[in-house]
Nanobody, 118 residues
Framework: QVQLVESGGGLVQPGGSLTLSCAASGIIFNIGEMAWYRQAPGKQRELVADITRGGTTNYADSVKGRFTISRDNTKNTVYLQMSSLKPEDTAVYLC????????????WGQGTQVTVSS
């Protein structure tokens, strides 16, 4: 089993920056691709960015050029650096990981709230 714990959320003004972290624990050698999703009130959960074990990244069009996903496999942690934040980035951000031995098994964190407001 794998546990994911996010941190780093909070309140930030428009144009500001914030970095989220997600630490994995448990049977961590099973972890393959990791990702950040977000869910705003009344909206569907959406993929923000994902990253493979090798470091290949993918971003939603809405965050390209503003957000950067990275991972440290030695620390079993994935990061999301967010800059030029907009009010529409306000959401609960959730960490996600896939079991690399069985990609039908996925793990979710509890989420961390990001609020962009003046």
């Amino acid at each position: 089993q794998v546990q994911l714990v996010e941190s780093g959320g909070g309140l930030v003004q428009p144009g500001g920056s914030l970095t989220l972290s997600c630490a994995a624990s448990g049977i961590i050698f099973n972890i393959g691709e990791m990702a950040w999703y977000r869910q705003a009130p009344g909206k569907q959960r959406e993929l923000v960015a994902d990253i493979t074990r090798g470091g290949t990244t993918n971003y939603a069009d809405s965050v390209k050029g503003r957000f950067t996903i990275s991972r440290d496999n030695t620390k079993n942690t994935v990061y999301l650096q967010m800059s030029s934040l907009k009010p529409e980035d306000t959401a609960v951000y959730l960490c996600y990981a896939v079991n690399r031995l069985n990609t039908r098994i996925a793990y979710w964190g509890q989420g961390t709230q990001v609020t962009v407001s003046s």
